[in-house]
């Protein structure tokens, strides 16, 4: 059972002292939203005691724009997957990675993966939706998002 949970939402900025260490951080949706990604993940995971969890939640890298397409051309459709790039939103901008990068980055910090998770919507909750939500069947048939489990060794 963890402890205490730390919810990083960290760029450049360096952390406080946090005391012990932590049973488990989560990240939730906070990753892509950093420019420079890659010193919040390892400060997250520098967080942790050995052994600890590092849970984080992205929009599944494969299916960002996927309501948008969807509604436009029936099925989805992606042209540039591989490339890191921004995504402009209406409040501020986000980050596109491939998975690739992600799990590279936790191995390079020597973390074992526990666990990946592709959620898709359940049918009935997408069928109640139709009439509000156009296109709303697209999250039952790929996934939104994408959370990913690992442990620092």
């Known amino acids: 059972m963890c402890e205490r949970l ?3 939402t960290l760029g450049r900025a360096r952390l406080p002292a946090l005391g012990d260490p932590f ?12 420019p420079d990604w890659k010193p919040a993940l390892r400060a997250c995971v520098q967080a942790l005691r050995p052994g600890g969890l590092f849970v984080f939640s992205v ?4 299916f960002e724009m ?10 989805y459709r ?3 997957y591989l490339e890191e790039y921004p995504i402009p939103q209406l ?11 992600y799990l590279n980055e936790l191995a390079a910090l020597g973390c074992r993966l526990r666990e990946i998770a ?7 909750t997408a069928r109640e939706a139709q009439d509000t939500t156009p296109g709303i069947e ?16």
Request: contains cysteine.
């Open 66 to 75: 996927l309501l948008t397409t969807w509604r436009e051309h029936g099925d």
């Open 78 to 80: 992606l042209h540039r």
């Open 91 to 101: 409040r501020a901008t986000d980050f596109h990675r491939p998975l690739s990068s």
């Open 138 to 153: 697209s999250y039952v048939h790929l996934p939104n998002f994408l959370i990913a489990a690992a442990e620092r060794p």
């Open 23 to 34: 049973d488990a951080v989560v990240c939730s949706m906070v990753l892509p939203a950093i």
């Open 6 to 8: 730390f919810l990083p």
């Open 118 to 124: 592709e959620p898709g919507l359940d049918p009935r």
């Open 59 to 62: 929009n599944h890298p494969a």
